[in-house]
């Protein structure tokens, strides 16, 4: 008896120690309830291979980009890294005003900190360095995009929003540059995959609002597009004293006091630049001052230029998209109209609002069926005629100009006497000291607005081009005041020939800028310089 007990203990406990097989539920319910089994967890889940191929496009997108835009991607980012690592450079007004923030050209600082530490830091690699890491994170953010629609829908409108972001004409145009408009695009889809778009979250909630918190600190003008989004958050959520307590608080007041430190240690002393930027650009509206446009240029200029021949699928996709994401077109819709009410408007300040429209772009494109393949096909040709026009040869003229004094730079070891330039140009329109690495005298015409309430204000740039002869006649009375080089449009150049002549300038270089030349902004870009440097050689 005994040993037949002893022999039914042993099987069991030898059918106990098998793995015991559960059978795999196939229910529709049961997936999307467990959406994170099969897709991944986290921010880009198991996107490897996606990853590698949207960084190294955006690594092409980056090298095909040799244009400039504006004038920002230089002047309030770049050079402003090289004067934090290298101790010279050009500070524009807003910088004296303190109404930038330093925390996003601290980025590249750090880079430029670390070539010149390997002692590596080239001219080349200071001007590709950042613009390679700007295309790295916008890379993360169009996996990130295609993470997001996968999770709300299914994979095959995420790969059609991906395909729709990757195909955008002006997301190839801006993505890779170093304007905070990029930052704060490439941030918005990292706040819309953390942003709970259903029921009450209080717990998951701190990451997307320290991301909108970075986004706020990198550009105080992001808050904009987020409102609406953070105020739909508070009002579904049922504890709301917890959210706005434990969450919304303590994480802005972390984000604002990092910026408060960093803006403390580089200016020298305590300075709110959020509140500053604010007051300017929106309650003084002193940005007018750099160009105003009618109240309605962003619905029937802006929004329709960087959309390009996305748009008749965005509206498309906007009558197909779920209740439930509806939220995020009332966001773009939002920061449409609430940046209609500031005078001064450019293309750039809508940009972060394209990620989201991709969205319903994807919505679109999945739902076609006899038109998709024509349709795939026109978005792809299109937006590439605009991608390789706008990024290769459209203003191109001012960074050519660049590498011409590069050479320079690298010829005054052998000189007796080093080079000097004054651009007579639109005050900055061309890089600086970022793109020359080297301290030679270099001049522009300057503009900064008047703060001081003075009704007859002119800046320099405008009493420049009002009486050219005249003023330079004036400003270079003394011969031995004369730069050896003046860089200028060739709309210039008849105006000011009997100066040329008189004083020995030759051209020396021309560079293509543009077939679509206006006002004080010609075809092309000319280098002149003085006959006496030359015969002193």
Same mark, same amino acid.
């Given at each position: 008896?005994?040993?037949?007990?002893?022999?039914?203990?042993?099987?069991?406990?030898?059918?106990?120690?098998?793995?015991?097989?559960?059978?795999?539920?196939?229910?529709?319910?049961?997936?999307?309830?467990?959406?994170?089994?099969?897709?991944g967890a986290g921010l880009l889940g198991q996107n490897t291979?996606?990853?590698?191929?949207?960084?190294?496009?955006?690594?092409?997108?980056?090298f095909l980009v040799q244009t400039s835009f504006v004038p920002d991607e230089y002047w309030q980012s770049l050079e402003v890294a090289h004067s934090m690592v290298f101790k010279y450079g050009y500070l524009t007004w807003e910088w004296k005003e303190q109404l930038r923030g330093y925390t996003y050209p601290l980025i590249f600082a750090c880079f430029y900190k670390f070539l010149q530490i390997l002692k590596k830091d080239t001219v080349q690699l200071l001007i590709w360095v950042p613009r390679l890491v700007q295309s790295f994170l916008a890379g993360l953010a169009d996996v990130t995009l295609?993470?997001?629609?996968?999770?709300?829908?299914?994979?095959?409108?995420?790969?059609?929003?991906?395909?729709?972001?990757?195909? @955008?004409?002006?997301?190839?145009?801006?993505? *890779?540059?170093?304007?905070?408009?990029? &930052?704060?695009?490439? #941030?918005?889809? %990292?706040?819309?995959?953390?942003?709970?778009?259903?029921?009450?979250?209080?717990?998951?909630?701190s990451k997307y609002v320290a991301v909108t918190a970075l986004a706020f600190v990198v550009r105080p003008t992001a808050v904009i597009l987020w409102l609406p989004l953070l105020f739909s958050h508070f009002w579904r959520e049922a504890k709301k004293l917890d959210l706005l307590l434990h969450r919304f608080l303590?994480?802005?007041?972390?984000?604002?006091?990092?910026?408060?430190?960093?803006?403390?240690?580089?200016?020298?002393?305590?300075?709110?630049?959020?509140?500053?930027?604010l007051r300017f650009n929106v309650i003084q509206n002193m940005g007018s001052?750099?160009? @105003?446009?009618?109240?309605?240029?962003?619905? *029937?200029?802006?929004?329709?230029?960087? &959309?390009?021949?996305? #748009?008749?699928? %965005?509206?498309?996709?906007?009558?197909?998209?779920?209740?439930?994401?509806?939220?995020?077109?009332?966001?773009?819709?939002?920061?449409?109209?609430?940046?209609?009410f500031l005078s001064h408007k450019e293309f750039r300040f809508i940009y972060p609002t394209l990620p989201i429209c991709m969205v319903f772009c994807g919505y679109s494109l999945a739902n076609l069926k006899t038109w998709k393949r024509p349709a795939v096909s026109f978005l792809f040709l299109s937006n590439m005629c605009l991608v390789l026009y706008t990024g290769l040869i459209h203003q191109r003229g001012t960074l050519d100009v660049m590498q011409y004094i590069q050479k320079l730079c690298k010829g005054t070891l052998l000189e007796k006497d080093e080079p000097s330039l004054f651009f007579l140009m639109p005050c900055h329109s061309t890089p600086f000291y970022s793109y020359v690495h080297c301290p030679i005298k270099m001049h522009f015409l300057e503009c900064p607005?008047?703060?001081?309430?003075?009704?007859?204000?002119?800046?320099?740039?405008?009493?420049?081009?009002?009486?050219p002869l005249t003023w330079l006649n004036t400003r270079f009375a003394a011969q031995a005041s004369l730069p050896t080089h003046l860089v200028f449009y060739n709309v210039l150049e008849k105006n000011i020939e009997p100066f040329l002549r008189t004083k020995n300038y030759v051209k020396v270089a021309t560079f293509f800028h543009t077939h679509v030349p206006e006002n004080r902004i010609g075809s092309h870009i000319h280098v002149f310089e003085r006959k006496q440097k030359i015969q002193n050689l």
């Open positions: 008896m005994d040993k037949l007990r002893n022999s039914v203990f042993r099987a069991r406990r030898s059918v106990a120690s098998e793995p015991v097989g559960l059978r795999k539920r196939k229910s529709t319910l049961y997936a999307k309830a467990c959406p994170n089994m099969e897709q291979y996606l990853i590698m191929f949207s960084v190294a496009l955006r690594s092409v997108n980056c295609y993470s997001i629609v996968k999770k709300q829908a299914n994979a095959e409108i995420a790969k059609w929003a991906y395909f729709s972001q990757l195909c @955008s004409w002006f997301t190839w145009y801006c993505s *890779t540059r170093t304007i905070t408009n990029s &930052m704060e695009a490439v #941030l918005t889809s %990292f706040i819309l995959f953390y942003y709970p778009l259903q029921g009450p979250k209080t717990g998951s909630s303590p994480v802005g007041c972390l984000a604002f006091g990092i910026s408060l430190i960093v803006d403390r240690i580089f200016y020298g002393e305590w300075v709110i630049v959020q509140w500053n930027f001052f750099y160009g @105003s446009h009618s109240w309605y240029w962003y619905f *029937t200029q802006g929004f329709p230029v960087i &959309m390009g021949t996305h #748009l008749p699928f %965005f509206f498309h996709g906007c009558l197909l998209a779920p209740k439930k994401i509806r939220i995020f077109l009332m966001a773009v819709l939002w920061t449409l109209i609430a940046y209609s607005p008047d703060l001081s309430g003075n009704t007859t204000y002119v800046d320099e740039a405008d009493l420049f081009f009002k009486e």
